[in-house]
């Protein structure tokens, strides 16, 4: 058998270069969205547990939280929680059949970007 007509592989991927659609954006930072929030986990769950033990450490938690960088750092891990709900119910519609089209697929990727930023925003403002 000869093999001379296949095509040839490329030698290397440059993923610099490769020009994404909305939906694979959204697919990336879903699963980034989902690894910030796992890693995150014993950093959320610390100031819980400290905050509940007693009404001193209750304080030191919240004037621990009240800096401006650690409420950035919360208003990104709001955004990863919301990007990551927002887009698991599309990949759940998306596991129905719902929008599997090539139109419906790129609006609800914009409507994923869409709500998470909102959301973030005014969860934002009435935090800050």
């Known amino acids: 058998m000869s093999y001379k007509y296949v095509k040839k592989p490329p030698k290397y991927l440059n ?3 490769i020009r994404l659609p909305l939906p694979g954006f959204v697919s990336i930072l879903h699963r980034l ?3 910030v929030l ?3 986990i014993p950093f959320l769950l610390w100031p819980l547990q400290a905050s509940l033990a007693s009404a001193e450490s209750y304080a030191s938690v919240n004037a621990t939280l009240s800096g401006p960088l650690v409420k950035l750092v919360v208003v990104g891990l709001i ?3 919301l990007h990551h709900f927002f887009a698991g119910i599309r990949y759940l519609a998306l596991d129905m059949h719902l ?3 090539l139109g419906a697929a790129r609006a609800s990727g914009t409507a994923v ?3 998470s930023i ?3 925003i005014l969860i934002g403002v009435r935090l800050w």
């Open 15 to 17: 993923l610099l270069k």
């Open 118 to 120: 909102a959301s973030t």
């Open 79 to 81: 955004w990863a929680f």
């Open 99 to 101: 929008g599997v089209e």
């Open 33 to 35: 969205s989902g690894a």
């Open 38 to 40: 796992f890693l995150f």
């Open 113 to 115: 970007l869409i709500a």
